[in-house]
């Protein structure tokens, strides 16, 4: 197997090289409806994805790193002389089909999710859960602030908002490595991450509307701000009230129905239409996903499992789905981060305290705990990693606009990617290290 490794390698640098080409064709004609150019586009995104996804698993590293850096380095081929891909990713058919990812990942997200347990985490996870929004996003906004005196105070916000959600995938993982998911450190980490996305996504959809109202040209009011958190948490409130409802139906519906794949139908029915509602609500769609996939539970659709028990679960059914879009959407995010910026020793400076504020902001969420005997210091540091969540809210500060000017600009892009594949990279090994420091630090008692 050692001697085919060369040999796979070889096949794979022939294969990208044949496909410059006719990606450079896809580049230069955008408007054309020649799928080859897409279909070229997809193997070399998608066989880099993998590669870089097995490099850093093998590291025992998140995988989305890898598919981050792969983009990267392919949108930072130009540098080196070769601007084959230069426009790859401003296709319209790999942007459709990255935003498709994003919805199917926090779609995802939310059914993992228990909805009735964040009701039952306790003060603690829900303190700590505000503290980890509030600090990162002053600090932030200060720090942006302080580098970019020109930019406008909302943008600065902006950026505060990307430093608010904890990737809770990351830490799970860890914490499930090490046996401690059900310790108390472990509860209430996990519990004030999934608070703390709920909250990121109600402030990423306040801060998204306050900038539309500017651009538009609406000046900015706490009346404002208030319709727009209002609006906010009763879209949330109402999906999570009637979504129960209408899941119960849509699925006792499609139970009456004969043929093959009801459960994944409803499912990706459920997701699209929510997020389609939060859309029209003037919400990222992103938010509608999330909502769907925490009302639905998995008593809404035991007639459909009856039926076909190999399709028991919608995550299982989701998984091709996530495994082909979503690593396209995280090869798009780092095709968008250009390195040249880097020469500048400002975007250096920038990107290196961003990191630090994102780190003590989630330090600042520690001092939540109200449990006497908890590790704080492993609460904060269980907060620290943003991962696919900084990258999702950094992709829609992209496209938001004010008088003309980008919200998020080159330089602000890839010091925030930057910050994303730092704070995600440092939390494992260092949560690791404290909870392994201090195996002791919670009793038998504290654990089930």
Same mark, same amino acid.
């Given at each position: 197997m050692r001697l085919l490794r060369p040999v796979r390698t070889a096949l794979f640098i022939a294969l990208a090289w044949n496909l410059v080409p006719t990606l450079a064709h896809a580049a230069?004609?955008?408007?054309? !409806?020649? $799928?080859?150019p897409v279909l070229a586009a997809f193997v070399l995104i998608l066989v880099g994805a993998r590669l870089g996804g097995a490099l850093f698993e093998r590291l025992s590293l998140p995988p989305v790193l890898g598919e981050l850096m792969v983009g990267v380095a392919l949108g930072n081929l130009r540098l080196v002389g070769v601007h084959a891909l230069d426009?790859?990713?401003?296709?319209?058919? !790999?942007? $459709?089909i990255a935003e498709l990812g994003v919805l199917f990942l926090l779609f995802d997200v939310g059914l993992e999710s228990d909805f009735a347990s964040m009701l039952q985490v306790g003060s603690s996870s829900l303190l700590v859960a505000v503290l980890g929004v509030i600090a990162p996003m002053v600090l932030g906004y200060l720090v942006t602030r302080a580098f970019f005196p020109d930019h406008s105070g909302l943008a600065d916000w902006f950026v505060g908002a990307t430093l608010c959600a904890t990737s809770v995938g990351i830490t799970a993982r860890v914490l499930n490595d090490l046996g401690r998911t059900r310790s108390k450190v472990g509860r209430i980490i996990l519990g004030a991450a999934v608070i703390d996305d709920v909250l990121g996504l109600v402030v990423?959809?306040?801060?998204?509307?306050?900038?539309?109202?500017?651009?538009?040209g609406v000046a900015f009011d706490a009346g404002s701000v208030g319709i727009i958190v209002g609006k906010a948490v009763l879209f949330l409130g109402a999906a999570v009230a009637v979504g129960r409802w209408l899941s119960k139906r849509v699925f006792a519906f499609a139970a009456r129905m004969h043929g093959e794949g009801l459960l994944l139908t409803g499912a990706i029915a459920m997701c699209f239409g929510f997020a389609w509602l939060a859309g029209v609500a003037g919400l990222a769609p992103i938010v509608g996903a999330f909502s769907a996939g925490l009302v639905m539970e998995d008593v809404h659709f035991r007639d459909l499992v009856e039926r076909d028990p190999h399709h028991s679960n919608v995550r299982t059914l989701l998984h091709p789905l996530t495994t082909f879009m979503v690593p396209v959407f995280f090869v798009i995010m780092?095709?968008?981060v250009d390195l040249s910026v880097f020469g500048k020793a400002s975007v250096l400076g920038f990107a290196a305290v961003l990191t630090v504020a994102a780190i003590a902001g989630k330090q600042v969420c520690s001092l939540g705990v109200l449990e006497r005997g908890v590790d704080r210091l492993a609460v904060g540091l269980g907060m620290i990693p943003r991962g696919e969540v900084g990258l999702i809210f950094a992709s829609i500060g992209v496209a938001l606009h004010i008088g003309g000017e980008r919200v998020i600009d080159d330089e602000?892009?890839?010091?925030?990617?930057a910050m994303v594949a730092l704070t995600t990279l440092l939390t494992p090994p260092l949560l690791m290290w404290r909870l392994r420091r201090r195996p002791g630090s919670e009793t038998a008692a504290d654990v089930g």
């Open positions: 230069s004609d955008p408007h054309g !409806l020649d $799928v080859k426009g790859l990713a401003a296709d319209p058919t !790999l942007r $459709v990423l959809a306040v801060v998204v509307g306050v900038i539309g109202a500017a651009d538009r780092g095709m968008g602000v892009y890839s010091a925030v990617v």
